[in-house]
């Protein structure tokens, strides 16, 4: 049991440099705002870290100059990363492989400086467990400033050290698990980005009309699905037509429309899941954390998700999207999010209209309304319904639809089953810090929910 394993402190720890704890440069170390560069030397904020891994894709980077004057907080591959200001929480492990980085004064890297002592894939797992968010829990509010975890107060949590062999066999088992959920993650990832590249091609870039005017086959497409497009490109510009969105509303093909504005006191359980824009990820709508109890249900009916609906985070984080299928459930949209809905899908397919809402087409238009209020970045109903929406011809948008129907089952069943294994490696986890659990069992059970 863990009550027999001793703790020590991260003081204690780093004393006997078994551990190194450091957070990134504050004051006038700190990067200047000229001194951020398209690239360079990532520089990690809490934003940068997402289900156990550090996004350096999207990371903001700073120049030489800056990573010049920086003592502190310079990464490591290997390092398990914590956020401690504003979002404190978020824990990510950096892989062996990884461009250079520094740590922002948001966030704070853990160091395992002796692996025979202390295994970093335990670590990585333990401050993952609920035991460490407790900890961090009781400490973040000691300030007045927004949620903070200070480094001196890390130094004060403890960490349980069991023998090496059970820290190492705790580690592979839940990383094995960890593992499968970021490949699953990164295939879905990769099946969008097809969705995308192929609505780009057909929708934007004209590629099959403009192949059969050069009297070529289309690429990649077969016979029956090539015969959809027109010869040339004045016929598709002939098919095609570009509405005013008010237009389309008001004949009655298409809804869009905003979320329930929710008082306090009508938020609980039991009840259906109030989407947020922060549910909005990956393309679906994740499970939320607030739910809209009856009767606020009832009074909501007209903002409820329906499958087809594009959800669209118009309010403060603007662009973010989800496509809403049969495995979504039942929700209701707050604030935050609007939804898009066809009403006659013999003129506009729902996944053609996702897709567009997430091109290119439908950003310039964003783009050129948001901001325009005196409060938080908005896109409002009134500026949605004075954007104009691209309609190919109906056959096209269904033939683009039938592909995109199955690269949307195949993300959804991928995210469910990545929802799943997420449950049970947190499942696992506080047993096995705990030692509730023996090794031999959680050896079956990982073996069984991976085969």
């Known amino acids: 049991m863990s009550a027999d394993w001793p703790r020590f402190t991260v003081a204690e720890l780093q004393a006997a440099r078994h551990l190194l704890v450091e957070d990134g440069n504050h004051g006038e170390y700190r990067p200047r705002s000229e001194e951020f560069a398209t690239a360079g030397v990532s520089f990690i904020r809490a934003a940068d870290m997402d289900d156990g891994r550090v996004l350096f894709e999207s990371a903001a980077c700073i120049n030489n100059v800056a990573r010049a004057r920086i003592r502190k907080g310079v990464g490591r591959p290997g390092d398990v990363l914590l956020s401690h200001k504003g979002t404190v929480g978020k824990v990510a492990l950096v892989p062996e492989r990884c461009p250079d980085y520094v740590c922002s004064p948001q966030t704070t890297f853990w160091r395992v400086l002796d692996e025979s002592i202390l295994d970093r894939a335990y670590l990585f797992a333990y401050l993952q467990s609920q035991e460490f968010k407790d900890q961090l829990a009781s400490r973040k509010g000691e300030t007045d400033m927004a949620d903070y975890v200070s480094l001196t107060a890390q130094r004060q949590l403890t960490v349980p050290l069991p023998p090496l062999k059970i820290q190492r066999s705790i580690g592979v088992h839940l990383s094995m698990l960890s593992n499968r959920i970021a490949l699953l993650r990164e295939t879905n990832a990769t099946l969008e980005a097809i969705a995308l590249a192929l609505f780009k091609s057909w929708f934007v870039d004209f590629d099959p009309v403009r192949a059969k005017q050069q009297g070529l086959v289309p690429l990649g497409m077969d016979e029956p699905t090539a015969a959809l497009f027109p010869a040339t490109y004045e016929e598709w510009q002939a098919q095609a037509s570009r509405p005013a969105v008010s237009d389309m509303i008001a004949s009655g093909w298409l809804l869009i429309g905003d979320g329930y504005r929710a008082k306090n006191n009508e938020l609980g359980r039991p009840g259906v899941p109030f989407v947020r824009a ?131 089952e195949q993300i959804s069943c991928n995210r469910s089953l990545a929802t799943y294994l997420t449950s049970v490696r947190d499942s696992l986890l506080p047993r096995l810090i705990s030692g509730q659990l023996r090794l031999t069992e959680v050896a079956t059970q990982t073996t069984d929910v991976l085969t």
């Open 278 to 408: 922060g549910d909005l990820d990956a393309g679906q709508i994740t499970p939320t954390k607030d739910y809209l109890a009856e009767p606020a249900v009832r009074a909501a009916s007209t903002k409820m998700a329906k499958p087809g609906d594009t959800a669209f985070t118009s309010k403060g984080t603007i662009g973010r999207f989800a496509f809403v299928d049969t495995a979504s459930g039942e929700a209701v949209y707050s604030p935050q999010v609007c939804f898009w809905r066809s009403l006659r899908t013999d003129i506009v397919e729902p996944a053609y209209l996702h897709y567009w809402m997430k091109s290119a087409a439908f950003k310039v238009q964003v783009d050129a309304v948001r901001g325009q209020a005196a409060i938080m970045d908005y896109v409002s109903l009134a500026d949605q319904r004075r954007m104009r929406l691209d309609i190919p011809p109906i056959r096209v948008q269904k033939r683009f639809a039938e592909i995109a129907q199955v690269i949307i």
